[in-house]
């Protein structure tokens, strides 16, 4: 929690944070066909997709902590991207996993790539949830490395 703390005590951090989870949060939900635009701003969230909806919060969320730790780190330690590529890696697929259910686009993707595209479409609709649970462990784990190796390289103390 020290670790947490003292990446989030500059406000650079805590606005890129936010900013991150913005963009991601209705990124994920307008794919999701949570939001619509036309012909006005709409937010849909019916019962039966409540689940997926807490789970595209949840990933925003992390996604948006796990990079502000790491450009906290890269800032700090003035290291090589290469050495710590490993979190924005994490970052990247937890975020990217998330954006399962295609939606429209989906439709997309069938007439693109034909029956692939329809198999793999299916896929995604059908394993949404399990698949946003395993983008959240993966930034658990990358939100656990980088608190790791901030504590460890910067001498912060837990």
């Known amino acids: 929690m020290q670790v947490f703390k003292e990446v989030f005590s500059r406000s650079i951090y805590v606005i890129s944070a936010i900013a991150i989870f913005i963009v991601l949060f209705v990124s994920l939900s307008t794919i999701s066909e949570y939001f619509f635009f036309s012909p006005y701003f709409i937010l849909n969230v019916p019962l039966s997709g409540l689940p997926g909806f807490l789970l595209i919060i949840a990933i925003a969320a992390m996604s948006g902590i796990v990079i502000g730790m790491n450009v906290y780190r890269i ?60 983008s959240l462990a993966i930034l658990g784990y990358t939100y656990y490395a980088t608190t790791k190796a901030l504590s460890f390289e910067c001498k912060i103390k837990n």
Not at 105 to 122: E, L
């Open 75 to 134: 800032k700090t330690l003035r290291k090589s991207m290469k050495s710590m590529g490993g979190g924005f890696l994490g970052s990247i697929i937890g975020a990217s996993a998330g954006a399962c259910s295609c939606g429209s686009i989906g439709f997309a993707i069938i007439s693109v790539f034909g029956t692939a595209g329809g198999i793999a479409t299916s896929f995604l609709t059908n394993y949404e949830i399990p698949l946003r649970l395993v």
